[in-house]
């Protein structure tokens, strides 16, 4: 007996004289989400293809292709079954190979300019959006076409879509406005200038992640004369202008045609609001940004990019604002004013028994936006991959760079995909802007069959998906981001208080502990990171509360802690990590650098500490290793952060840490593999670069090489010794570099032995002078100029010294200087990679590969005359050796020793600060505020005059180091 959906189809199929269809009907009525209501939507559909002729074609043709169709017309999305039977030409276009592909934004641009080449207008660009998006609702809800995972690529489509709909609009307001009033052109400082207008999309549509039924989120922008503008079209200024094209275009955007719509259009984001012009100049929002903008602002504006008009000046408006964006300082105050804005919108839209809002309600997508955004804000002065405008995007570079465990950035994107889903199958069925789960069954039943289950019981289990999902990210909220606050740090303890219970009178003694810091944060460097690692401190230090009985003893050494927390990001992470190695902060603060002995002895007491507490093995000596050399890192940290020490006194303290470490790691090595050492043989350990002479940085590699001698052996036996020492450096280099639960200590860097990574791990001492003897190239004998034995055999660097010296003084070729020169000049053109905005300032233009290359090219050069240029210390000291010997003159002496210190200074300050091993200063990024003022530098009363300052100085320094470097190297850059 035929079902009721086998006769309605063969009904339909009569209707139009086309038998053949009824199968194709039944099966589409099966996968309705709204079979019920399906055929009287079919109906229309259906009588408009065939008086067109074409439904019988595309049956013989697709029938696969006709099903999706007739599907998604009678449930999914059921407005546009009107909108295809009207317009049966866009059948082509719905082909099944035509759905595979998403298209992007140069392909949807250049297919409406095609569309509109018969005459453009506002019907012509209505027929166009709906023609396009048919395919993309075809595309949507087909999991075959584009699965969940995949949902970025349907976000990305509505918005280029919207993006070549608006572009094509701006242009037509433009040619109207123009026809009437005359070109856009004004005299500027005595010379015609035609002024650029764009449009920033902001929100979904700036992120390109655009809904189904949005808004666009839009700001108007003019170009900025450099000079007041005059004898403009009609005598008006810009803004009244382009005002008129705004007004033309929005009412080219918004208004309703037979043809349909294009976009709601929201101007709110614009400065002040709907009391502000529609139309600002460039100049005019930098000064908005710079002085009054709210926080929530500088978050909306995260998002934008140009999507009509001048792209040249959309881009430009983009760059300016970056920097009142993202802020060098952890800004919590930011973040408090993105979370408050968003309870804000949850109480106006969501009462208790409101249905679920997916946009703005607990758990929804604002939540999952808000974490990504509270993150980007927080470090996105800092780690400028973190710039991202899509929320997806976002959050897969919050894990590559370890903000969020990966684990949750893909449950966060699975959930997010996922809501994003449910929201445009919300918005299919009426092309409504509605974020509401219905509450009625039926409603319900119909949403999860748009999903995909079509079963019994698809409603309970699309509730129980729905309120799992709120759940989990609910859950990923509170973990990423615990609600802090700038004065808040009597909240910070009172969450863990119940940690530190287990004492008399510790409530009382906690709030005044609170106190203390409350007081000191407020005085730190940096409130905001400081308040972020003392609530990092305290949930570390928890499980173990005699670090804070330990403070609580202690309270005058609270500023010291603080200001530690609100200066290094890098030495706070290593005491919430380790928070026993707070044991530094209560060390007396007038006891200054230990000694190398006495560096040991610490060592030494540290493990028998351990050996005490029953634990033994290899995990013994790794994990003391570690921690004595994580303690000792924060010991010169707060000496230096306590202004105890100098700069230069700190790298000889970190030179000596790391070769107290090395001796250890190498006495490690020696055990492990001393029932299979040699009769015989020396084995020797190199520093070379900064470790070799004397100016490691906190976290700096360790550049090394490895020598041994074994020429007194018998060949068979050489081959063996060789053997041994490969193995015995391999163990080496793991008792530094081999994570533990207590870290690591070091990297190992081995590239500057002879061949780099293509010879072999440690060569003999025999091979080594052969290779300089034969292949070596000159910046290899550079390297030298920084080489010394940091450990093992006392004789074999006794000899490997004196064949230092002996290479080093050997007559340099003729065109050493352009071979010196040829290679700077590479270095510069392939790792800088400077532009106007970014500067390199160890491999850039007039940089501290300048000052390396000028000084050790004349080390080489007056080396045999003068044997004392060749000893292996920190530049600035080899400076005054040239000069001293007139090697140098005294002028340009000055300037590289100048800019020697400038260029050590900011990378000490990057490193203490956030551990970062770099040496790229971009005029954009937020956190040359907050380098500039660790450096000394001060403001002038407008935001960013620290940053002006030190880039006014880089660009000083750096143009007088490289006119010395001429003096030495008068030769094209292009060499």
Not at 454 to 483: M, N, Q
Not at 655 to 669: G, H, Q
Request: net charge negative; aromatic share 6%; charged share 30%.
């Amino acid at each position: 007996m035929p079902t009721d959906a086998a006769i309605t189809a063969r009904a339909l199929a009569e209707r139009v004289s086309l038998a053949p269809l009824a199968p194709v009907v039944e099966a589409a009525l099966a996968r309705s989400p709204q079979p019920d209501r399906a055929p009287p939507l079919l109906e229309t559909l259906l009588d408009g293809l065939a008086g067109a002729d074409c439904l019988a074609p595309f049956l013989a043709q697709d029938a696969a292709g006709l099903e999706r169709v007739l599907t998604v017309c009678s449930g999914h999305a059921p407005f546009l079954a009107a909108r295809l039977a009207r317009h049966p030409d866009w059948w082509s276009a719905l082909t099944s190979d035509q759905l595979r592909e998403p298209r992007d934004a140069e392909a949807l641009a250049r297919d409406l300019s095609l569309a509109l080449a018969d005459g453009a207008d506002a019907d012509a660009l209505r027929r166009f959006k709906y023609r396009e998006l048919c395919r993309i609702t075809l595309r949507e809800c087909d999991p075959e076409l584009v699965p969940p995972e995949r949902e970025a690529e349907i976000l990305a489509e509505l918005s280029h879509l919207a993006d070549a709909l608006l572009a094509e609009s701006l242009a037509l307001a433009l040619a109207r406005v123009e026809e009437r009033y005359g070109p856009p052109v004004w005299t500027v400082a005595g010379q015609p200038q035609r002024l650029a207008l764009c449009v920033l999309g902001l929100g979904k549509l700036g992120s390109e992640e655009l809904n189904y039924s949005s808004d666009v989120d839009l700001v108007y922008v003019h170009e900025s004369p450099a000079e007041p503008p005059v004898d403009g079209p009609g005598g008006e200024a810009p803004a009244p202008y382009f005002d008129r094209v705004a007004r033309e275009f929005g009412g080219l955007v918004t208004s309703a045609t037979t043809e349909g719509f294009l976009y709601r259009v929201d101007l709110d984001l614009r400065p002040e609001g709907a009391q502000g012009p529609v139309v600002i100049s460039a100049a005019g929002l930098e000064t908005y940004f710079e002085a009054w903008a709210h926080t929530w602002e500088k978050a909306a504006y995260m998002k934008a990019r140009p999507v009509a008009g001048d792209p040249a000046l959309g881009w430009r408006v983009v760059r300016s604002l970056a920097p009142m964006l993202y802020r060098s300082s952890m800004d919590l105050s930011g973040v408090r004013g993105i979370r408050e804005l968003k309870e804000k919108v949850e109480r106006a839209r969501s009462r208790e028994g409101d249905p679920f809002d997916v946009k703005t309600g607990t758990g929804g997508i604002r939540d999952v936006e808000f974490v990504a955004q509270a993150l980007q804000l927080l470090h996105g002065g800092r780690i400028l991959q973190l710039r991202e405008r899509g929320t997806q995007r976002s959050l897969e570079e919050l894990g590559q760079v370890g903000l969020l465990p990966r684990e949750r950035v893909e449950s966060l994107l699975a959930d997010y995909r996922w809501m994003r889903r449910v929201e445009n199958r919300l918005q299919m069925e009426a092309e409504r802007q509605t974020h509401r789960v219905p509450e009625e069954p039926e409603r319900v039943r119909r949403l999860a069959r748009t999903l995909g289950d079509a079963g019994d019981g698809a409603e309970a289990r699309f509730r129980s998906a729905l309120a799992a999902c709120r759940e989990r990210v609910r859950a990923a909220l509170a973990e990423s981001f615990p609600e802090t606050d700038s004065s808040g740090v009597q909240d910070a303890f009172a969450r863990y208080s119940r940690r530190f219970a287990g004492f008399s009178g510790a409530e009382a003694l906690l709030e005044q502990l609170a106190g203390a810091f409350s007081q000191c944060i407020e005085q730190s460097p940096n409130p905001e990171r400081a308040l972020n690692n003392l609530e990092r401190f305290l949930a570390s230090a928890g499980a173990k509360p005699t670090f804070i009985e330990l403070l609580l003893d202690r309270p005058e050494l609270v500023p010291r802690l603080a200001r530690l927390f609100g200066t290094s990001q890098f030495l706070s992470e290593i005491l919430s990590r380790h928070p026993s190695l707070i044991e530094p902060v209560f060390d007396d603060p007038d006891v200054l650098l230990l000694s190398r002995q006495q560096l040991r002895e610490d060592h030494d007491r540290l493990l028998r500490e351990f050996e005490s507490e029953g634990r033994a093995g290899t995990e013994l000596a790794l994990d003391t290793l570690r921690l004595f050399h994580h303690r000792q890192v924060v010991n010169v940290g707060l000496l230096e952060l306590g202004e105890k020490i100098g700069l230069d006194q700190v790298e000889a303290a970190l030179t000596d840490l790391a070769e107290v470490c090395t001796e250890r790691a190498l006495e490690f090595a020696h055990e492990q593999s001393a029932a299979r050492a040699p009769r015989s043989g020396d084995y020797l350990i190199v520093g070379m670069g900064k470790l070799g002479c004397h100016a490691l940085s906190y976290g700096s590699d360790l550049d090394l090489i490895f020598l041994y001698d074994a020429e007194a052996l018998e060949p068979a036996e050489r081959l063996e010794a060789q053997d041994h020492f490969v193995r015995l450096t391999q163990r080496f280099i793991s008792a530094l570099q081999t994570p533990t639960a207590a870290g690591r200590c070091y990297e190992i860097d081995a590239r500057l032995r002879p061949s780099g990574n293509q010879g072999l791990l440690v060569t003999s001492l025999a091979a080594f002078e052969r290779y300089h003897e034969s292949g070596a190239q000159v910046w290899e004998r550079q390297a030298l100029l920084r080489a010394r034995a940091v450990a093992g055999s006392a004789e074999l660097a006794e000899r490997f010294e004196a064949l230092r010296r002996h290479i080093l003084v050997r007559p340099l070729s003729e065109d050493a200087a352009h071979e010196v020169h040829r290679i700077r000049m590479r270095m510069q053109r392939e790792l800088a990679r400077e532009s106007a905005q970014r500067h390199d300032f160890k491999t850039g233009r007039g940089g501290v590969l300048d000052v390396e290359s000028v000084v050790q090219y004349l080390q080489l050069v007056h080396g045999a005359q003068h044997p004392d240029l060749l000893a292996p210390v920190r530049m600035e000291q080899t400076i005054e050796a040239l000069e001293r010997v007139g090697a140098l003159a005294a002028d340009a002496a000055g300037t590289l020793r100048a800019g020697w210190l400038f260029f050590r200074a900011l990378g000490s300050r990057l490193r203490i600060a956030e551990n970062r091993s770099i040496s790229d200063l971009d005029e954009e990024r937020g956190d040359l505020d907050s380098l500039a003022r660790s450096l000394g530098y001060s403001g002038t009363g407008r935001e960013g005059g620290e940053r002006r300052a030190l880039l006014a100085d880089y660009r000083r320094h750096t143009e007088a180091v490289r006119s010395a470097y001429r003096q030495t190297f008068p030769f094209d850059d292009s060499e």
